[in-house]
């Protein structure tokens, strides 16, 4: 093995399994499995030492991190060591008290849009009532922003399914007109993990190859058509996290530390494989057996066989089953 000591980059930190949603792409499965959300006093007492980390950002995912009650305790300590510290949510649960609290507790705050209109945002997010009520939870943070005087960013994440690409540029621009003062619109194509890597899924949503050269065609085309409001609509290109058998993380960015809410951590960010409970191993230690991972042989060789998303599919699924625990096992194999 290549003598290298690897460094944490950023933690991506699932607070809890629960959430309002179903989405059908959810790499997590929330809010269809047990919350298992950390008791406070033991959540904080790990968010101290991964802070003691001294990650270069936090980012609070799950399920919907907001249904943890101690989001804000935990983004205290992180905030307190000078960490940035970003919450992805499915805006479901924003009312206007806690649209404060959150734009003033945490740096950037995003929400999911995954769809042009409600027909197909809430089927996608298996709920009615999501499109708006995400749409409502954008106004309220930044109307909260701007009351507050807090210099939190505030985004939308926007994840496309074949289905979510008819009506798209139209639903940008009105997004961008309804809120200029967005920070930022990024979007991405889903990507093959969890749910996602379902066979029934892939055939159905994943985008074909001339769909995802559409997609940065409709980016880039509102992009300039918009180049006087102030959000920037980023087009992130999945393609380009193709998993790859090169020697990872050696850039300048580091490991990612990425924790389910029990405190297990996974080997790989979104793959079920774990090296370790966090709150019993050193975050050191936990960081160099990520890295060991990476460089093990056998996944080195299934990721040399991803040169196409269908591949990437089949491949996350062999080693969520091959490495997840024997829970994530019998919770996979029942999906079929
Ligand atoms: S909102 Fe996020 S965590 Fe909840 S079901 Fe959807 S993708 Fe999963």
Known sequence: MKNFEPHLGRVIWDLTYACPLRCIHCYSESGRRKSEVLDEAVALRLARKLADAGPDRVSFGGGEPLM?????????????????????????????????????????????????????????????????????????????????????????????????????????????????????????????????????????????????????????????????????????????????????????????????????VRAMTNYEAKVGDALTTPIAELTQRIWKWRLDEDIRERFRQVQSFSKWAEITRGIDLDHGSEADRIRILKRR
């Open 68 to 264: 943890a009650k101690w989001w804000k305790g935990a983004a205290d300590v992180f905030r307190n060591s000078g960490i940035r510290i970003a919450v992805f949510t499915g805006g479901w649960l924003l009312e206007p008290d806690l649209a404060v609290e959150l734009v003033t507790s945490v740096d950037n705050v995003s929400i999911s849009i995954d769809g042009p209109n409600a027909a197909v945002h809430d089927i996608i997010r298996g709920r009615n009532g999501s499109f708006e009520r995400a749409m409502r939870a954008v106004a309220l943070l930044l109307e909260a922003r701007e009351k507050s005087g807090a210099r939190c960013e505030i985004a939308v994440e926007y994840t496309a399914t074949r289905t979510a690409l008819a009506g798209l540029e139209e639903f940008l621009g009105s997004l961008i007109r309804r809120f200029p003062s967005l920070n930022y619109i990024r979007v991405g194509a889903v990507i093959p993990e969890g749910l996602a890597a379902e066979p029934k899924f892939c055939e159905v949503h994943l985008l074909r190859e001339e769909e995802f050269d559409q997609l940065q065609r409709i980016c880039e085309s509102v992009a300039r058509q918009h180049t006087d409001f102030s959000p920037r609509v980023e087009f992130t290109d999945v393609r380009e996290f193709l998993p790859s058998a090169e020697t990872p993380a050696e850039d300048a960015e580091g490991v990612i530390l990425h924790l389910e809410p029990s405190g297990q």
